[in-house]
C-alpha cells in the first residue's frame, strides 16, 4: 500500500536506559543509522566530551548557565543530575516530530524517563537494557578507555541503583549478544507503531473503505 494511503499515524518516544557500559549507546546508534522514520533526540549535557564524542551528534555540549536558563524556561522535555553533570532533552524537536508522526529515539536515564512518561504516557515506550553480570559491566567499563579509574568507580557503584529500576519499564532486554539485542528492539518498535491508539487517521480511513461502492 503507498505511503499515502497509509492511515496517519502519530509518532512515538521510545527511550533507552541503562547503566554505563551496558551497551545502550550502541544499540541507540544502530537503530538510528538502520531504520526508517526515527529522528535521534540529542540531549544537552554539562558534562566535558570525551575524545571519541562529536557535538552536536551524540551530545549537544553546553555550559551549566546555558543548562539552567533552558530548564527555567521550560525548554527542557526531562532534565536530571547524572554522575554531577545536568542532562537534559530540548522539548520544541521533539514536539515536532511526535506530530508529524516521525518517532523519536532517546538515550537517557531512569530519572529522565520517569519524568517524559508522567507528562506522555500514551506517548512512549520504554526498554532497560541489563548487561549479562556485573562483572562484564566492569570489564566493558574498562575496554572503553574513556574514563578514569575513579570515574569507572563511581558509574559500578551507581550501577546496581540504575539497575533496582528496571520494574519500571515496558520491556527488559538483556544485551548478553548485541545483534540478539537489536532485532529485540526492532521487533517492539514495530510491534507498538502498529497499535491502533496511535494511528490519528485510522477512523476517516476506515469510514472512506466502509463507503466505497463495491465493483
Do not use: C
Given at each position: ?25 550502541t ?29 552536536g ?12 536558563a ?12 547524572v ?46 537494557i541489563l ?40 520491556y ?20 507498538e ?19 466505497e461502492?463495491?465493483?
Amino acid at each position: 500500500m503507498a505511503d499515502a494511503v497509509r492511515p496517519a499515524r502519530r509518532g512515538l518516544m521510545l527511550i533507552l536506559s541503562s547503566p554505563s557500559g551496558a551497551g545502550k549507546s550502541t544499540l541507540t546508534r544502530n537503530l538510528s543509522q538502520n531504520e526508517n522514520n526515527l529522528d535521534l533526540s540529542i540531549s544537552v549535557t554539562t558534562r566535558l566530551k570525551r575524545p571519541s564524542e562529536i557535538d552536536g551528534v551524540h551530545y549537544r555540549f553546553i555550559d551549566r548557565a546555558t543548562f539552567d536558563a533552558m530548564r527555567q524556561h521550560n525548554e527542557l522535555l526531562e532534565w536530571a543530575e547524572v554522575h554531577g553533570n545536568g542532562y537534559g532533552t530540548p522539548r520544541k524537536d521533539v514536539e515536532t516530530s511526535l506530530a508529524d508522526g516521525r518517532d523519536v529515539l532517546f538515550d537517557i536515564d531512569w530519572q529522565g524517563t520517569q519524568q517524559i512518561v508522567k507528562k506522555a504516557r500514551e506517548d512512549v515506550v520504554t526498554i532497560f537494557i541489563l548487561p549479562p553480570s556485573m562483572a562484564e559491566l566492569r570489564s566493558r567499563l574498562v575496554r572503553r578507555a574513556e574514563d578514569a579509574p575513579e570515574v569507572i568507580a563511581k558509574r559500578l557503584g551507581n550501577a546496581r541503583d540504575e539497575i533496582a529500576r528496571w520494574e519500571k519499564y515496558d520491556y527488559v532486554i538483556v544485551n548478553d549478544d548485541l545483534g540478539a539485542a537489536y532485532e529485540s528492539i526492532k521487533a517492539i518498535l514495530t510491534a507498538e507503531r502498529l497499535k491502533r491508539s496511535r494511528a490519528t487517521g485510522l477512523k476517516d480511513f476506515v469510514d472512506r473503505l466502509l463507503g466505497e461502492a463495491l465493483a
